[in-house]
């Protein structure tokens, strides 16, 4: 079985992938994911490699999944791992920085714990298919420094963004910061002197970097005052009013939402409303001392708690961790939306003829039959069971 670790459990060197000289299959899938939907297609494998997407009905004996894009989350905070598990309490008294149960874990573990956790938290981002993740990495440059030890440069990929150590860090800092990350990412404008948000925006987009940061969580902020400041995008978005959505409409601001986060602290990012307000939405698991970083439970629980609220298609559920997860995070124009041969892949076992209703509703690590990153193919056991 593929199975995702727990928070705090590193997989050992017993390997999921099945050697392919053991393989005699040489399709998978019955059905691809495109922005309109699944459509009959299927992979043509040939060794280590992918040889071509094929559209239309499969050969009898190709394994039966359903082939997407691999997943992207959105945003994570894994260096919250180490903090794992997480007292019940409200925003500011488990996140609230300075001196939230998360800064003050922080600050009391090793970096060597720190890294340990973060390690353990990848592998459980790479074992559920996602190709990319997008962290906000507190602790300045030291938290950066540890980040890039324990995801290193192979898979998943990461877009991170830092934060500087204290709330008025000069200009010096933040330009040293900028240089080792893809952004910076912050928590709420209310824990932030005036002025100094402006100022790192400034120097975020002066180099070429995002900045993003936590809008309307737990309380409903000023949406002109977030929007002054050019935000890439805006993280949860809960407590948002319908003309604050429309204007992160208009100014193209895209939300990610945290849904298994939100529920934690009792809150709804409302999926259904952020869609129908026409603002782009990413789906992302937020603080690892509270949410295992596995994209497909994301999934199943933003499908069930936007269900619960409003009627949702499951593909407007799974285009939040494909599509809308890319447009979110695509800093260098390199993530491609489009299935080709050069895409990065996953092939999900299908129980029935809905593929994308089984995904939102009962896919599993498990599941996962076979990851294709850069044209090579790694199969899993599931594809032998």
Not at 17 to 45: C, H, N
Not at 150 to 167: I, Q, S
Request: proline fraction near 6%; charged fraction near 25%.
């Amino acid at each position: 079985m593929f199975i995702c670790p727990g928070p705090r459990q590193i997989i050992r060197n017993e390997s999921p992938m099945v050697p392919f000289e053991q393989m005699r299959d040489r399709t998978v899938g019955r059905w691809i994911l495109t922005s309109e939907g699944a459509k009959k297609g299927y992979l043509r494998i040939e060794g280590e490699s992918l040889i071509e997407v094929c559209w239309g009905d499969a050969p009898s004996g190709s394994a039966k999944g359903l082939v997407l894009p691999a997943f992207v989350n959105a945003h994570t905070h894994i260096g919250d791992t180490v903090a794992y598990p997480a007292p019940k309490g409200s925003v500011k008294e488990i996140v609230g920085p300075p001196d939230g149960y998360k800064h003050k874990m922080l600050r009391s573990k090793s970096v060597d714990e720190k890294t340990a956790a973060m390690r353990s938290a990848v592998e459980i981002i790479n074992s559920c298919g996602t190709a990319l993740f997008g962290d906000f990495r507190e602790e300045g440059i030291e938290g950066l420094k540890s980040f890039r030890s324990a995801v290193g440069k192979g898979w998943p990929r990461a877009v991170v963004l830092g934060r500087p150590m204290g709330t008025e860090p000069s200009s010096k800092e933040v330009a040293t910061l900028l240089r080792a990350c893809d952004g910076l990412g912050f928590s709420a404008i209310s824990d932030w002197p005036a002025g100094v948000l402006e100022s790192m925006s400034r120097q975020a987009k002066a180099s070429g970097k995002l900045f993003a940061l936590h809008a309307s969580e737990a309380a409903r902020e000023d949406i002109d005052s977030i929007l002054d400041l050019k935000p890439d995008f805006l993280v949860h978005m809960c407590k948002a009013t319908q003309d604050d959505l429309f204007a992160c409409r208009a100014a193209n601001v895209p939300v990610v939402v945290c849904p298994s986060s939100n529920r934690f602290f009792g809150l709804d990012p409302d999926i259904p409303r952020l869609i129908t307000a026409g603002v782009t939405v990413a789906l992302g698991t937020d603080n690892g001392m509270i949410v295992r970083p596995d994209i497909l439970g994301e999934i199943k629980a933003a499908f069930a708690l936007s269900n619960a609220r409003a009627r949702i298609s499951p593909l407007e559920i799974v285009r939040l961790a494909t599509f809308g997860g890319r447009k979110v995070l695509n800093v260098d124009a390199k993530i491609t939306t489009e299935i080709s041969e050069n895409t990065d892949l996953v092939v999900i076992r299908t129980a029935g003829d809905d593929p994308v209703g089984d995904l939102v509703t009962r896919a599993g690590s498990e599941d996962i039959l076979a990851m294709i990153r850069g044209g090579k193919v790694g199969r899993t056991r599931a594809w032998t069971t």
